[in-house]
């Protein structure tokens, strides 16, 4: 059986570092003899570029028809007029709402060897082991109305923040039943002291945790969560938040592990795929860095870690997410550093494409002790 994977390389630096996570997929493949068929399509700024909008109708169709969907990165300078009616970006929410992929699972996890690359102490994220969960489809990002218009003062405008019950309960669910097989705790963040959807939240939250009641649920105004991810990240296993304050407190979470560059993510939703799982969209959280695309400057570590994440969520190979974990581990035990992750005693700086080829190095060295 061939499962389907969408490759949507993106701008920027997109496409140097999926190229290197796909390339360690199909070495992957290659090991375990599993029929992976990839098919690439075009998003963001190269699609507005080819066919004048960020998510073309065949590339949607195509995400439609796939298990997985691998993405890179969207937007850039050229695309970034702020009064454009047609922006880069447009095409995520696009995808998410159309495919309802509506968590989104950013792991956080510091890695020894990198500690002294993150701007807090040693001590502070040492043993650092989270998962935050964003929920994806409603919020402030799609609520309507949202718009400038021109008022008796002049110019003003309006975003909506919406939520329902349903897309409430759904990700805390899941972040209920993901705390059940991890530490046993759920961080619920909100602001219910202020805004009527947080209070929805927090009453959501706490009827849900009678049903889990072997998993410690805690709430927290989102303002306050984002002094204690600093100061006690240790205390945190599932922290569950709606759209806008995940989007924030996720890049605060980058420097526990000492680059974004580090970090993978994954956008489930609730149909199942071909091979029984949940259709998921996978990608690095970090942006296009359009800075230095095309340079092989760029870290593809999340990228490659995003793949890892895409076999374990939704093809259910987690022997072989947990093997790329364990390689990309190996590398940056063993010194090898691009630019993000700093140039300290002993490192050995390598490029984007050098990083992907010792990480495929080190699973078929793995394959062999097995």
Known sequence: MAYKVLVL???????EVVGEALQVLKVVARRDAVDLEFKEGSIGG?????FGTPLPDNTLAAARDCDAILLGAVGGPKWDDPKATVRPEQALLGLRKELGLFANLRPVKTVKELVPSSPLRPEIIAGVDMVVIRELTGGIYYGKPSERREGKDGREAVDTCAYTEQEISRVLRYGFELARDRRKKLTSV???NVLSTSRLWREIATELSKEFPDVKCEHQLVDSMAMHLIRRPRDFDV????NMFGDILTDEASVLAGSMGLLPSASLGEEMNSAGYRVGLYEPIHGSAPDIAGRDEANPLAAILSAAMLLEHSLGMRGEAELITQAVEGVVRDGFRTRDLGAGAGAKMVGCKAMGRLVRERIESLNGEN
């Open 9 to 15: 390389k993106g701008d920027g630096i997109g496409p």
């Open 46 to 50: 190269h699609a507005i570029d080819a």
């Open 190 to 192: 909100d602001k219910a």
């Open 239 to 242: 922290v569950v938040t709606e």
